[in-house]
């Protein structure tokens, strides 16, 4: 039984860490997929993480007040819910409560951490275990083990921890992170066309947006030709992204507003680069 587990933050990877190490000694069965730092997330989706995502049949998610927008959190999670028959999602708070959420993760039952929802959770990876525990052992199993996870868990959270802003990222990282983003959906929807679960291709148009939305913000300070470049880029990706999804998630609860907020982003960037051409047209000697 493979578990994804899903981190962005400080606080958040102490937590996943913690989860990590404690879930096999309740169920000796569980092998939890744990990248321990954001390197190989940055190197474009690694193969690595692609493949423990599509092979997971559980994803826990450690949300914490930092994370709630982290663009690979939520690529992740609409990953591991590819197939809402085989791939389940648990998205644990840890200092927040639902109200807090936003966007894509308003598609998954998000809880507040606590030895309720923990056992819960248990019991769930124990039901598709090819030999599961009965109630009592798993009981005791769980029992015996949970001071050890929830005084891990509580030092992390009364901990002085500050999660680090990350460095600015340019124009041309957002490009080709998005463009991976076009990828790897392009890849999905090829292995999995009889897939109809919105949640996957919600997270993945939310994080287009988010990367278009960063690059049309650097662009506002900057006149550099190599801007405007990006910006035709970025903008041919974000439709391309936009015509894979939106049928998708047209009869989704959320499709209509999507729909706005890509439109209204497209106008956007399409007027900067107006503005950028006009700019460098009258700068053109003659």
């Known amino acids: 039984m493979k578990i994804f587990i899903s981190w962005s933050g400080e606080k958040s990877r102490q937590i996943g860490e913690a989860f990590r190490y404690w879930l096999p000694d309740v169920i000796q069965s569980v092998r939890p997929y744990f990248t321990p730092d954001d390197v190989a997330k940055g190197q474009r989706w690694a193969a690595d993480i692609a493949e423990n995502l599509h092979s997971s049949q559980f994803g826990l998610f450690c949300l914490t007040s930092e994370n709630l927008t982290a663009p690979w959190l939520l690529f992740e999670a609409g990953a591991v819910s590819k197939d809402s028959k085989n791939g389940k999602v648990c998205p644990l708070l840890f200092g927040i409560d639902s109200t807090q959420l936003a966007g894509p993760l308003l598609q998954f039952q998000a ?150 907020q890509v439109s209204k982003l497209i106008n956007q960037i399409e007027k900067r680069i107006n503005q950028l051409e006009i700019a460098f047209n009258e700068d053109i000697p003659f």
Request: net charge negative; charged share 25%.
């Open 111 to 260: 809880t507040p951490y606590s030895r309720e929802e923990v056992f819960k959770f248990l019991k769930a990876i124990n039901a598709e275990t090819n030999i599961p525990l009965n109630e009592v052992q798993l009981e005791r199993a769980f029992d015996r083990c949970w001071s050890e996870l929830d005084e891990k868990i509580q030092e992390v959270l009364a901990s002085d921890t500050q999660d680090q802003a990350p460095a600015p990222r340019s124009v041309q990282d957002m490009v080709e992170e998005t463009l991976s983003i076009v990828r790897a959906l392009k890849h999905s929807s090829a292995q999995q066309p009889d897939d109809e679960s919105v949640n996957h291709w919600l997270v993945y148009l939310q994080s287009t947006l988010d990367y278009a939305t960063d690059a049309l913000k650097i662009s506002e300070g900057a006149e550099q030709a190599v801007v405007l470049e990006h910006l035709k880029r970025m903008l041919a990706y974000i439709k391309l992204v936009a015509n894979l999804t939106i049928p998708k998630i047209k009869t989704a609860k959320v499709g209509a507003n999507y729909l706005n």
